[in-house]
């Protein structure tokens, strides 16, 4: 049978809809067959959801499971890290959004994190990070924070950041700072706009811009996209998942900077197929389908059993929208 993903020689969608989990086969007839589907909110009455909205706090934020190690950051930052953990899988597994009142208290939470400058702090001690603050803006637009001008105030800060190249970077990393020495610190660390951009940074701020309907089209965008194209399969120019392996590690929902997730991203700032950098990221996804149609990537995180189907999912949108 022809796949029915253009550019992929195996179709994958019968194997996503026989999966057992109600929210793929929901995703797959909605994205990827176009098919009329019921709301959304059919999905969150699923037994996942509410054993997750059930641990909630009352402040909006989830505990952090593991160990605090108050040198590090404090039990409430380690609340922002766990906070945007797990409002990613309500927004990207379940399609929670802000009409959901517990969705509300984690979007009141993690914008009380959010400096007068823009940025979210925290997670980084007093440290900027812009990793985290880009892909909790992310999924707070998705979440249908679009038209909030704290995401407004966010994308200001994150342009204001930018290096000379037109790219982003760790600032304590710019300086040739340790994080364990970076969080002792009272001062915040301004980066070093001359040194060169970040793989692991510059694709996660782009997803912002990318889940942004005014910002993907814009040329600051556009040319960090091409930045990070420049930069498929290479090691980065910093310490932080330096290793060019890291580009085929991936997770869903999105975290760190890979092949899918930097496809995703670019596949809405008005890249095609016909670039050569995107060319090569599809071929190599192309490649990586097994028989069965799944594929064979370095899978991180994986408690989550359904993963694969979920990256699965995640590189058939992709496809999709290059081929469309």
């Known amino acids: 049978m022809e796949s029915r993903i253009f550019g992929l020689e195996t ?15 929901y995703f797959t007839r909605r994205d990827l067959l ?20 059930k641990r909630q706090q009352e402040d909006g934020s989830w505990k952090y499971p593991g160990k605090i190690r108050e040198e590090i950051r404090s039990s409430h930052d380690y609340n922002q890290l766990e906070t945007f953990r797990i409002l990613g899988e309500l927004v990207e597994k379940y399609g929670l959004n802000r009409k959901h009142r517990q969705i509300q208290k984690a979007a009141n939470f993690l914008f009380s994190c959010q400096t007068p400058e823009g940025d979210f702090r925290g997670i980084y001690g007093n ?18 924070y679009v038209n909030n001008p704290q995401i ?3 994308f200001s800060w994150l342009l204001s950041q930018r290096q000379d190249d ?34 692991l ?60 997730s930097a496809l995703d991203s670019l596949s809405f700032l008005g890249f095609t197929q016909d670039n050569h950098q995107i060319k090569e990221g599809l071929n190599f996804l192309r490649d990586k389908q097994d028989k069965e149609g799944l594929f064979d990537l370095k899978l ?19 496809f999709q929208r290059f081929y469309q």
């Open 34 to 53: 176009k098919e009329q589907v019921l709301g959304v909110e059919e999905l969150w009455e699923l037994k996942p959801v509410s054993k997750i909205l």
């Open 152 to 154: 407004e105030k966010g």
């Open 300 to 318: 991180l995180m994986i408690k989550d059993k359904d993963l694969k189907y979920w990256i699965c999912l995640a590189i058939c949108r992709v």
């Open 166 to 199: 037109g790219g982003w970077a760790i600032p304590l990393r710019t300086r040739k700072i340790t994080y364990k020495e970076a969080l002792t610190l009272p001062e915040t660390i301004e980066t070093d706009p001359s040194k060169p951009f970040s793989n």
């Open 127 to 144: 440290q900027y990070a812009p990793t985290y603050s880009p892909a909790i803006m992310e999924l707070l637009i998705k979440a249908g």
């Open 11 to 25: 179709d994958p969608i019968e194997l996503l809809l026989s999966c057992d989990t109600p929210s793929i086969e």
């Open 201 to 260: 940074t510059t694709g996660m701020v782009i997803r912002a811009f990318a889940a942004h309907p005014k910002y993907r089209k814009s040329i600051e965008a556009k040319i960090a996209g091409e930045l990070l194209t420049s930069r498929f399969f290479k090691a980065d120019k910093y310490p932080d998942r330096k290793d060019k392996k890291y580009w085929e590690s991936v997770s869903y929902p999105f975290w760190f900077t890979n092949i899918v």
